[in-house]
C-alpha cells in the first residue's frame, strides 16, 4: 500500500492524498509525560510536523498540569478529556476519541509510549486505520498478565510498526515472538533522558527542607498498584512495615490518588511517615537523588534508582525491567511484612554500572530511527 494513503473524514477510511509527514504524540498518564516529553522536544528541534493528544487519563493538576509547566511541554493540540473509570469503559473512550483525532489530522505516525491504558488504546485506533504505530519502550514483559499493563504492552507491541526497546530484554522478548528484527530498534531509555536533562536542577531545589529532613537520611515511598493496594490484607503488612522503618528512617510517601481511593483508613501520616500528596517531577526528582532507599511498586521508578545509583526495594514478585536488577540498585521484595523489614535491613552490594545506553540520548536515537524510516513506513 503506498505511503499516501491517507484517512478520509467522512467515511473514516483512507484516502490517497499526499500530505506532510504530520506525526502524532500521545500522552495519557503520569509516567508517559516524563517519557514522551524529549521525544515531543527533539521532533520540534528537527521541525517535523507534529500534533500533540492529551488522553485525559489523568487529570488532577498533580498528576498531569504540573509536568507540563516543569517539563516545559507545550499545550496539547487535542485533549480527549476521557478521565477515570473501567478498563473497558477508559479504553474504549480513549478509542472513540483518538479514532476522530486521526480523521482530522490524518498522522503519518502514531508514537505511544509505555503501557498505559491510553497507550493500548491509541495504538489499537490507529492500527485499525492503518496508521503506523511506535512504541516507545517495547518488549518489557513481567510475564505476569494479572498485571493489566502486561496486557496492554503485549498487545500494543503486536500492533507496532517501530518498536523502541530500552533494554537488552525487551529486544529478546520481541524476537521470540515473531516480530521483525528490522522494526526493533534498541535505543536507550527516554526517561532517563529527561532524568539527566533535570537532575542538577532538582536537586538544587533542596526539597527534602521542606519536609524537616536532611539529605541521604530519609527514605522514599510510592505504591499504587493494584496487587499491593487493592487486596485489604496486603495493603496492610505494607503499611505496617512503612510505619516499623519510620522509627528509624522518616519516610516520605507521596501519595497516588488511587492508593487513597482503597483502604484509605489504613494510610495515616505519622510524623516520621509523611504521607503528602503526590509531587511535581522537579521536587519527586530532587527527593530520589538524595534518598537513603526508596521503596517502590513503580515501574518507571526502578529505572530512575537505578540510573541515580540509589538503593531501590520493589514490593513486587517480578519486574519487566530485569536490568535493574542485574545492572542497578533494584531488588524484589514480597509485599510482605517481615520480607520488607528484612531486605531494608540487609545490605547488599549494587553493581557500579549503569544499563547500556541509559546515557540521556535515546530521544534523538529514536528520531534518527523515525527520520529514516518514515519516508519508507507503508500504511499496512
Ligand atoms: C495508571 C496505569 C498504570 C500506571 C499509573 C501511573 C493503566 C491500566 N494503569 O494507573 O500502569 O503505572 O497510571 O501512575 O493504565 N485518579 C485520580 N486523579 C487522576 C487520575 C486518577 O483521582 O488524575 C484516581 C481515580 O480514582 C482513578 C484511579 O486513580 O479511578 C486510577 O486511575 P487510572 O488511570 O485508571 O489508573 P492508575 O492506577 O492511575
Ligand atoms: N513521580 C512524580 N511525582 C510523584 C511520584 C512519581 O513526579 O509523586 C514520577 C517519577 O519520578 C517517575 C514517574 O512519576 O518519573 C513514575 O510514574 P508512576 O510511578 O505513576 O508510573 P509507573 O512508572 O509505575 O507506570
Not at 510510592?222 to 487493592?230: A, F, G, K, M, Y
Request: hydrophobic fraction near 40%; include cysteine; proline fraction near 7%.
Amino acid at each position: 500500500m503506498s505511503l499516501n494513503r491517507r484517512v478520509n473524514f467522512s467515511t473514516g477510511f483512507l484516502s490517497e492524498e499526499s500530505a506532510a509527514y504530520m506525526i502524532c504524540t500521545v500522552v495519557g498518564a503520569r509516567p508517559n509525560f516524563i517519557k514522551m516529553a524529549p521525544i515531543i522536544m527533539e521532533l520540534s528541534r528537527r521541525g517535523l510536523p507534529q500534533v500533540f493528544v492529551h488522553t485525559g487519563q489523568h487529570y488532577d493538576a498533580r498528576m498531569s498540569a504540573v509536568f507540563f509547566d516543569e517539563l516545559g511541554l507545550p499545550q496539547p493540540d487535542v485533549y480527549l478529556g476521557v478521565g477515570s473509570g473501567t478498563h473497558a469503559e477508559q479504553t474504549a473512550r480513549v478509542m472513540l476519541g483518538f479514532e476522530q483525532t486521526c480523521f482530522q489530522y490524518q498522522p503519518r505516525l502514531v508514537i505511544v509510549a509505555g503501557d498505559v491504558n491510553s497507550t493500548l488504546a491509541c495504538a489499537l485506533s490507529a492500527a485499525k486505520l492503518n496508521i503506523p504505530v511506535a512504541h516507545v519502550e517495547a518488549g518489557l514483559r513481567s510475564n505476569d498478565r494479572t498485571m493489566p499493563e502486561e496486557i496492554n504492552r503485549i498487545v500494543t507491541d503486536h500492533l507496532a510498526d517501530l518498536l523502541f526497546t530500552t533494554e537488552p530484554s525487551g529486544s529478546e522478548h520481541l524476537r521470540q515472538e515473531g516480530i521483525a528484527a528490522e522494526k526493533i530498534h534498541f535505543v536507550g531509555n527516554s526517561m532517563i533522558d529527561t532524568l539527566r536533562q533535570h537532575v542538577d536542577r532538582a536537586a538544587a531545589r533542596r526539597p527534602w527542607e521542606a519536609f524537616g529532613v536532611q539529605p541521604d537520611a530519609y527514605g522514599l515511598v510510592t505504591l499504587h498498584r493494584p496487587s499491593n493496594i487493592d487486596d485489604p490484607a496486603t495493603a496492610r503488612e505494607i503499611a505496617e512495615a512503612l510505619r516499623e522503618i519510620s522509627v528509624s528512617l522518616p519516610l516520605i510517601f507521596p501519595i497516588h490518588p488511587r492508593t487513597l481511593s482503597k483502604n484509605r483508613e489504613l494510610w495515616n501520616a505519622t510524623s516520621s511517615l509523611r504521607i503528602v500528596e503526590p509531587l511535581g517531577y522537579l521536587d519527586f526528582l530532587g527527593l530520589m537523588s538524595h534518598s537513603k532507599i526508596v521503596i517502590t511498586d513503580s515501574g518507571g521508578i526502578q529505572e530512575e534508582t537505578t540510573a541515580l545509583g540509589i538503593p531501590c526495594l520493589t514490593l513486587r514478585y517480578n519486574t519487566e525491567r530485569p536490568v535493574t536488577i542485574t545492572d542497578g540498585t533494584n531488588r524484589l521484595v514480597a509485599p510482605r511484612k517481615d520480607a520488607v523489614l528484612r531486605a531494608f535491613h540487609a545490605p547488599v552490594k549494587h553493581p557500579d554500572r549503569t544499563p547500556e545506553l541509559w546515557d540521556g540520548c535515546a530521544a534523538p536515537r529514536i528520531v534518527d530511527v523515525i527520520e529514516t524510516v518514515l519516508p519508507s513506513l507503508s500504511n499496512h
